[in-house]
């Protein structure tokens, strides 16, 4: 049956001039396929995002795309193009992130109009913040503005899909087919920002994708190379070398933005004799282990690395937002007087005052500080500072290893003694390093305590989304593991709260293949809050529940996942652990944990929050503050 529009013979052909001649632009060269077409907006837009190594698409479809589903078919079909159905978009928009953040392949979410979109719009929200580029494809209303189509926002304006989505990231309406090379040019810098990337929102009228373009092949803009760029002469970094050497103690708060940057921030602390305080999400950056290394910092942070921001009369900022995780509200320097600060954006690279400003790339313009740092030589006005820090970084270690070796505790829910979420996050994140396995956290009591906990010696070991702690991210995220073209086996860390937010992991992540595991950490509540709460309060408010869930017959009424219950023990953990790994799929371990105010079930919050019945103190802290 010949059905009208269904006029894909074209598409199919160049569909397969590309796989044969291995790329969109090998197959223009040998002149299999042309370079000026007759096509459609919808096939128009697969082949741009071809042409800047966009591959993979993760998909709900709906009557708002249709036309460009149809098209994704044809290109699966000739082996072009990839496509992966989910089953909730939050929950697909948090693996196309982790996809880039963890693989480095840039992927493109497509949903329908209207809910499709506003849920995968609320799930870019982890994108957005952890500045991950990545491609959102929402249909859209209709150019000709018949009137209300279903689905769309019901009000007497245009564009207003558009107008959201711009407030997140960046937008583009195709209401014209021939926008598409604009509309491109845009998103490929928006996803590939060397600091500022984000998701980039494709919105597509239901009319304009099946629109018949002229389109130049050739004019479609590829993935843009940009060069690192430093400050121009030597002035900046020679005062701020000056400055470091004068100063008896220096902190180095390495940012999320240094994740990648392990070298130069090695170098620039070993030259500079500086404390290095990380973010929740930069561990790694510098080995664990190394002297000076002082773990995180923030309004969780730790012993030593809260003493370091604390206490350091020199702040050398790189890469970082100062978020409150990451700098305590803004009263994280409380004896700091000047900064330096080393960031591409001119907006982050101001943000405290008494500033020496660095911009530009991270390596390029530490690499040039530790240079000019090596030549001066001699860091002995430090040594007082360096021998205070190690002290607290010991303080720390011990602090953690009695929490680490608690034994289980007699907990009420559970009615019988259970291993403390510490203990039980250690003993995974321990078996991920021994594997080597990449670690992906989720929001609440197992974000926190696991950034407090990881021991990473290297950057791209630990994902843990902290830019928005958005609960689901985590299992979610997983499944880029089962979509990436070199994946790693994976261990996603979720509280049970966080977990019940996307369980559609389970199906998707046997439908694509995934070889990973989640391990559930289960105190029955959504135990983050009822922490804050106590500690602000003194009483919990609606944040347990009283059903009890067995997640093993949950997880495994699902074909293909193999769910095991974790135990109570460190050895039944690890046990465990050994079984779900040697699985050839997806396991979700179910690991019962302690909830309670026992101190060594906990890991301490080291700094201030501007949050509840503490925002006085902290905004009279701040007020008072210089920088
Ligand atoms: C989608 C979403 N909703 C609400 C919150 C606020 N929030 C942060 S942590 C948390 C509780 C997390 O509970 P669980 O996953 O069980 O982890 P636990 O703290 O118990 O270890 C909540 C409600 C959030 N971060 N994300
Ligand atoms: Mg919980």
Known sequence: MTLPNSNTDGARARAKAIRVAGSLTAAMENGTLPKIIDTTLSEALVLGLLKQGVLKYLAIFGHGSTDLGEILRVYQEEGVTRT????????????????????????AVVTSIGPGAMQAYAGALAAASNQIGVYHIYGDETTFGEGYNMQQVPKEEQGLFGQM????????????????RDALRRGAIQVNHPYRAGPFFLLLPLNTQPARLRLNLAALPGRPTLPAMAPAGDGEIDLAAQQIALSRSVVIKAGGGTRGHD????????????????????????????????????????????????NAELVVVIGSRAVCQADCSGIGYKKATRVININGDVNDVTHYNQTLALTGDITAVAGRLAAKLEAMGNRQNKQEWIEACAAKKAEWVAFKKVRFQAAPMADTNWQRPCLTQPAAIHVVAEFAKRIGAAKLFDAGDVQANGFQIVEDDKSGDTFTETGASYMGFSASGLLASGIADNPRYTIAFCGDGSFMMNPQILIDGVEHGVRGCIVIFDNRRMAAITGLQKAQYGVEFKTGDG??????????????????????????????????????GLSVLHVPVYSGDHELAGLGAWGQWNVGNWCEDVQREWTEQDI
Request: aromatic share 6%; with cysteine; hydrophobic share 45%.
């Open 84 to 107: 992966f159905n989910c089953r909730n978009e939050v929950a697909m928009a948090h693996a196309a992130t982790v996809l880039r953040w963890q693989y480095g392949e840039i992927p």
């Open 165 to 180: 989505t711009a407030v997140l990231g960046r937008s583009y309406t195709l209401h014209t087919p021939e926008a598409i």
């Open 263 to 310: 070298a130069a921030i090695r170098r620039l602390a070993e030259a500079a004799a500086a404390a290095v305080a990380l973010s929740p999400g930069s561990t790694g950056v510098l080995p664990d282990a190394h002297p000076r290394n002082m773990h995180v910092a923030g309004s969780k942070g730790s012993i030593s690395g809260n003493f370091a921001t604390a």
């Open 547 to 584: 059903v009890a869930v067995d997640y093993v017959r949950l997880a495994g009424a699902v074909a293909g996942v193999n769910a095991m219950h974790g135990g109570y023990s460190v050895d039944e953990l690890k046990r465990a652990l050994e079984t779900a790994h040697a699985h050839h």
